[in-house]
């Protein structure tokens, strides 16, 4: 499967993140079942807990779009290192996507270096289905 509009997307907005406190730039985009893309980065607050995640923007576009369900997610952070989702994102994601949903993370040049399925990153999760 190409991936590669998922993965630019998610570079391309890594470069708009604000973040003058960390300086720690992310980028994020989810793709959806019918094949659209959404892009966010982390927007950082002078009171800092109202900072937003990188992951927490694309899904936020992905809704407002009418967007529902997630079949990849792509995570941009700086360097070599993999930028895994925060907890909280990774409970945002399962809000939208399957347990085995790849969240796949990558250098600031796009270079894949990390697939995870979302159950990995998030075992026994709590979600819709476990108020039904
Ligand atoms: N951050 C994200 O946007 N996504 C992640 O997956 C990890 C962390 C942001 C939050 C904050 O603005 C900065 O990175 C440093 O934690």
């Known amino acids: 499967m190409d991936n590669s509009a998922l ?6 907005v890594r470069a708009r ?6 300086r720690f730039m992310v980028g994020a985009a989810v793709e959806t079942d019918d094949g659209r893309i959404f892009a966010g980065c982390n927007v950082e607050n002078a009171a800092y807990p109202e900072g937003t995640c990188a992951e927490a923007g694309a899904l936020a576009a992905m809704v407002a779009a009418g967007g529902r369900q997630v079949r990849h997610v792509v995570v941009c952070g700086g360097g070599n290192a993999a930028c895994t989702p925060c907890g909280g994102c990774r409970q945002k994601i399962r809000e939208f996507a399957r347990p085995d949903t790849p969240v796949t993370m990558v250098s600031d040049s796009g270079r894949v270096l990390m697939v995870r399925t979302l159950a990995q990153l998030l075992p026994d999760s709590f979600g819709p289905d476990s108020l039904a």
């Open 7 to 12: 993965v630019k997307a998610a570079v391309d």
């Open 17 to 22: 993140a604000y973040a003058p406190y960390s």
